[in-house]
Every structure is written in structure tokens, then in C-alpha cells.
């Protein structure tokens, strides 16, 4: 059987720089940082009290206001990004065949607010009378932001979620991409969103000591691949991007951003939430990611790498890199755009997957800010381009970008300049 080609045709994204595609990109771009204090509960007592919140989102954009409580914050999120993709794509609805038109839309946590919400107002009632919202379940559940997509416009085709923690979204992109190469839809809305910034989320990860607490200087928190870190900035947000088989795409005269060339799945097999210190699992899925591409190493000319400014993650991740590509990563741009946005969780692989085809279409790399050269980390291999703190031009064939979750969950996904 021969596989079908997909291609990109959509973008859409709610990121703590931008709450659309444009602005996203030139922030990116620019180096601005979205971190800041917490405002979305009172974190003064935590030992973290800084986060990349989402700013200015206005549900009212995108909802009736009697609709806006049936969703979760990370639903709604996860529709705005949505509409942006699919408005992007300028599909004809008329004519577009929605039985063949699916939506798979990762979270790694889902709604962890309205949880929060409905059990603390249980707790806090003396009867103890039940009294729980009837929207709580659907609100709360991980797979509900593909269902609602689905139910906006009406997309018949495959639809659930992916939960792989934070490479949720990552693969929620290889489970779409591998369903139009089968033949099995025409168009997939694939991403993932999370909105997590709340007592319990950052309560939890703190409790794990896996965040920065630089609570003086938000802005340089995040800080992926220098001495000095300490901890990922928990960011918030959603990316949408609209997968398509390429005659499909090709018969509208659809605008196409890049081709998807491979994705790749592994395990390290190893901790709970410790990547392995060798990057086994890195260095399997990145080859399993390259060997579906049928691309060789030197093919590719920009890592976006998971780089969440952990002081265990980023050097297992560059290790793997070395192994992976030989000499030729010494030739490559390695960025890491957590730096700039926080880690997304479970929507950081799409938000870095948009990123990653932008990069492609556009032949410039966004930067890794925050260093200093007095913070060079002696672990790391600083002969390696980290695109420190200012953005790059280059000609960007392909762009491999790579999402690692707690459990030992690996996904990478590669996305190509589109060539007939």
C-alpha cells in the first residue's frame, strides 16, 4: 500500500506570547519572555510564584457567554486555537466532505481547575450534601477539547485525545498524520492545550522540586542549557495545526506551510519522571522519527528540542543529539522556545511543532534567550549552536522537534519544506 502524502495547511495558537499564529511567531522571534508573577490564584505562599500565563484571552471571542461554562479554561483554549487553524486552512465547508474530517486533541492534564473548583465546594459545604455542577465530568475529562471541535463544525471522522504527559500533543500529531497516510481521513485537526497554572499544578510539580523558583526575575527563569538552571516555567496555552493529504490540499488550491515527513515514538523504560541520563529514549525516537521520514541525519538542519531548563533533562537531551547525528550536530541549530513561552505540558509539542514548520517556511530559527557566557554549562558540548539569545537565518530544509513526558513517554515529529 502506498502512503499518502500530508502536508500543513493550518495553523492556530494561544501561547503566553500571542494569542494568535502572528504574534506567536514574531515574539518567537524577537526573544520576548511570557513569564511573569502568578495572578491566577494567590501563589505567595508557594515556593514558585511565577508562571507564562496566557494574557488578554477573552472566551467572549470564541463562546456565547451562556456557553462559556461548559468549557474548561483549557477547552477554551483549545477552540480558540482551533478556529484560528481552521479558518487558516480557507476551507470551502460546503463542499468539504465532514465524514472525512477528524480531530485528535491532546492534554496532558485536562481540566485540573474545574476539579479543583468542584471538589473544594464539596469539602467546603458542612452537610457534605452533594451538589456537584452537571458539567463538571465533561468539563474536566482530557479528551472533551476534541470533542467540542468536532461538534463546532460538525467533523465526523476520527475523533478522542492523546494523554502522554507533556508528549501528549506530539503524538496527538503522528496519530493524525498516520491516519491521512492510511487513507483513513482526508484532513485531521490535530494539537493539544492545557491550562494547569492553579494551586494543585503548581503545588504538585513543586512538590517534585521541577520548577524554577527565580521568583525575582521571571522573565530569565526559564533558561534551558545554561549552569544556572534551575526548573521549567509552567506555561498555559494551545496549538492547532490543520493536517491534509496533499491531492486533497492540492485539488482547493489550499496554501501550504510544509510537508510532514516522519514522526516517532518511544520509552525510555526507566523513571517516572526522570529522562534517562544517557538518552536512550531520545536517541530511539529521534532515529525512529528520522528511519519514517526515510531522511538521513544531515538532512535536518534545526532541533527543536525539549529543553525544558531541568537540570537532569538538557544534557540527557543533547548526549542523545551528539549520538544521533554524529558531526553533523556540530552543523545544526539547536533552540529551545520554552525559554521563551514556559513548558505547555501536554500542548508544548504543537505550540513547538508550529514553531518548527514556521522555522521551515520562513528559513530563520527562534532563539534560545537567557544565556550569559559566563553560564556556560560544563556538562553540555558548547561548540554545539544553541541559537543563543538571537534569532537565526538560515535555509531550513527540515525541522525535527521533540516532546518528552513523565513516564518516559518520547514522540518526535519532522516537518519538511514542501516540494512537489
Not at 487553524?85 to 474545574?114: P, Q
Not at 461538534?151 to 493524525?176: D, H, Q, W
Not at 538542519?301 to 544521533?324: C, F, L, M, Q
Request: glycine fraction near 10%; proline fraction near 4%.
Amino acid at each position: 500500500m502506498e502512503l499518502k502524502r500530508v502536508v500543513v495547511t493550518g495553523l492556530g495558537a494561544v501561547t503566553p506570547i500571542g494569542n494568535n499564529v502572528s504574534d506567536f511567531w514574531n515574539n518567537l522571534l524577537a526573544g520576548v519572555s511570557g513569564a511573569g508573577p502568578i495572578t491566577h490564584f494567590d501563589a505567595s505562599k508557594f515556593k514558585t510564584q511565577i508562571a507564562c500565563e496566557v494574557k488578554d484571552f477573552d472566551p467572549l471571542k470564541y463562546f456565547e457567554k451562556k456557553e462559556v461554562r461548559k468549557y474548561d479554561l483549557y477547552s477554551q483554549f483549545a477552540v480558540a486555537a482551533a478556529k484560528e487553524s481552521v479558518d487558516d486552512a480557507a476551507f470551502d465547508m460546503e463542499k468539504l466532505d465532514h465524514d472525512r474530517v477528524g480531530v485528535i486533541f491532546a492534554a496532558g492534564i485536562g481540566g485540573i481547575s474545574t476539579f479543583e473548583q468542584e471538589v473544594a465546594s464539596y469539602y467546603a459545604t458542612e452537610d457534605r450534601v452533594p451538589r456537584f455542577n452537571p458539567f463538571f465530568i465533561p468539563k474536566m475529562i482530557g479528551d472533551i477539547a476534541a470533542g467540542h471541535i468536532s461538534m463546532i463544525y460538525g467533523f465526523r471522522g476520527p475523533n478522542f485525545g492523546t494523554v502522554s504527559a507533556c508528549a501528549s500533543s506530539t503524538n496527538a500529531l503522528g496519530v493524525a498524520f498516520d491516519i491521512i497516510r492510511l487513507g483513513k481521513a482526508d484532513v485531521m485537526i490535530a494539537g493539544g492545550a492545557e491550562a494547569a497554572i492553579t494551586a494543585p499544578g503548581v503545588g504538585g510539580f513543586n512538590s517534585m522540586h521541577a520548577l524554577s523558583t527565580r521568583n525575582d526575575s521571571p522573565q530569565t527563569a526559564s533558561r534551558p542549557f545554561s549552569k544556572s538552571r534551575d526548573g521549567f516555567v509552567m506555561g498555559e496555552g494551545s496549538g492547532s495545526l490543520v493536517l491534509e493529504e496533499l491531492e486533497h490540499a492540492l485539488a482547493r488550491g489550499a496554501k501550504i506551510y510544509a510537508e510532514v515527513a516522519g514522526t516517532g515514538a518511544s520509552a525510555d523504560a526507566y523513571h517516572m519522571t526522570a529522562t534517562h541520563p544517557e538518552g536512550l529514549g531520545a536517541i530511539l525516537v529521534m532515529n525512529s522519527a528520522l528511519k519514517d521520514a526515510n531522511m538521513a541525519p544531515e538532512e535536518i538542519d534545526y532541533i527543536n528540542v525539549h529543553g525544558t531548563s531541568t537540570p537532569v533533562g538538557d544534557p540527557s537531551e543533547v548526549k542523545a543529539i551528539k549520538n544521533v547525528f554524529g558531526d553533523n550536530a556540530y552543523k545544526l541549530n539547536i533552540s529551545s522556545t520554552k525559554s521563551m513561552t514556559g513548558h505547555l505540558l501536554g500542548a508544548t509539542g504543537a505550540i513547538e511543532a508550529i514553531a518548527s514548520v514556521l522555522s521551515v517556511k520562513n528559513d530563520i530559527v527562534p532563539p534560545t534567550i537567557n544565556h550569559t557566557p559566563d553560564d556556560d554549562d560544563p556538562e553540555l558540548d558548547n561548540k554545539l549552536n544553541f541559537t543563543f539569545n538571537k534569532a537565526q537565518k538560515r535555509v531550513v530544509r527540515a525541522a525535527l522537534s521533540n516532546t518528552f513526558g513523565f513516564g518516559g513517554h518520547n514522540s518526535s515529529i519532522i516537518v519538511k519544506k514542501f516540494a512537489k
